[in-house]
Nanobody, 124 residues
Framework: VQLQAYGGGLVQAGGSLRLSCAASGRPFSSYKMGWFRQAPGKEREFVAAISRSGGYTYYADSVKGRFTISRDNAKNTVYLQMNSLKPEDTAVYYC??????????????????WGQGTQVTVSS
């Protein structure tokens, strides 16, 4: 499956952005989807994930209550709504797809396919 992430940009602290990730190539509903991010000099970290049907969502503690992951299987797209952004949210954000039935949503190595990343910069 091919993934294309977009929607990043420059925003002031306290602002909002919505990232989108469009999938193509295989049935989108076959994949659990996740968002990860990587800041300069840091390791890639888990942000959020969503089950195949969208009925279950998972978040890193650092974004819980501020970010919302959702998906539209009819549009083959997963979203990440980011509110109350902070400078420490600055990173390249990646969407990823996992075709396994693992219960683990937060480990990057479980994901088979990755998008190219979109830059999010939050100014103070």
């Amino acid at each position: 499956v091919q993934l294309q992430a977009y929607g990043g940009g420059l925003v002031q602290a306290g602002g909002s952005l919505r990232l989108s990730c469009a999938a193509s190539g295989r049935p989108f509903s076959s994949y659990k989807m996740g968002w990860f991010r990587q800041a300069p000099g840091k390791e890639r970290e888990f942000v959020a994930a969503i089950s195949r049907s969208g009925g279950y969502t998972y978040y890193a503690d650092s974004v819980k209550g501020r970010f919302t992951i959702s998906r539209d299987n009819a549009k083959n797209t997963v979203y990440l709504q980011m509110n109350s952004l902070k400078p420490e949210d600055t990173a390249v954000y990646y969407c990823a797809a996992d075709g396994s039935y693992s219960e683990n949503y937060s480990e990057a190595y479980k994901y088979d396919y990755w998008g190219q990343g979109t830059q999010v910069t939050v100014s103070s």
